[in-house]
């Protein structure tokens, strides 16, 4: 049973920049396909990002440019950075994880393990 635990989160200003990761345990993500996902108050759960087993990658629209997701196999370990932050940003985030090497999606009901979150705020 893999577990996932976000950090990284915190409140910055407008335009500023935050570093998320996400860490696994009880089993290797290497061949795990893995995405971030926001949650405001009051909205529905968003895929952000993803990245499969062979580095490829997906964004929503909104953050294309804007936020890059990475992971680091040997580390077990999702990250996404997140630049020029804007007041529309405010969420938690949440990292996820299917065991399938190509799930290349952003929708949340194909993944099968998630982390608790992890709260940004943006300040203008």
């Known amino acids: 049973q893999v577990q996932l635990v976000e950090s990284g989160g915190g409140s910055v200003q407008a335009g500023g920049s935050l570093r998320l990761s996400c860490a696994a345990s009880?089993?290797?993500?290497?061949?795990?396909?893995m995405a971030w996902f926001r949650q405001a108050p009051g909205k529905e759960r968003e895929g952000v990002a993803g990245?499969?087993?062979?580095?490829?990658?997906i964004y929503v629209d909104s953050v294309r440019g804007q936020f890059t997701v990475s992971r680091d196999s040997a580390k077990d370990t999702l990250y996404l950075e997140m630049d020029r932050l804007k007041p529309e940003d405010p969420a938690k985030y949440y990292c996820?994880?299917?065991?399938?090497?190509?799930?290349?999606?952003?929708?949340?009901?194909?993944?099968?393990?998630w982390g608790q979150g992890t709260q940004v705020t943006v300040s203008s």
């Open positions: 009880g089993a290797s993500i290497r061949e795990f396909s």
């Open positions: 990245i499969v087993s062979s580095g490829s990658r």
């Open positions: 996820a994880t299917v065991d399938r090497p190509y799930e290349l999606s952003l929708l949340p009901t194909l993944f099968e393990c």
